[in-house]
């Protein structure tokens, strides 16, 4: 097997020996791939985690109103079905 720290070790001496040209042109890149990764999700008709979760919290909320409401209304409906064959 090989031993990642190694692969660290030798990804920081190849970095290292790189050009600073070279260094800053890969952080340019990195800076506007995010830029443009950023800009295009921004554009996307989505919401963030915090939203998704209250939205799923208020729909089993309402969903065990609803239930309770279901089971209101077959009691009631017995009790008017029950008064009508008096």
Request: aromatic share 2%; proline share 2%.
């Amino acid at each position: 097997m090989f031993n990642p720290q190694k692969l660290e070790d030798i990804a920081k001496q190849v970095t290292d020996a790189m050009p600073t040209s070279v260094k800053n042109l890969g952080e340019e890149v990195d800076r506007k791939m995010k830029q443009v990764l950023q800009a295009q999700l921004g554009k996307l008709d989505m919401v963030s985690r915090e939203e998704f979760d209250v939205q799923t919290q208020v729909l089993l909320r309402t969903r065990e109103k609803l239930a309770e409401m279901e089971n209101k209304l077959v009691e009631l409906e017995s009790k008017l079905t029950a008064q009508v064959e008096k």
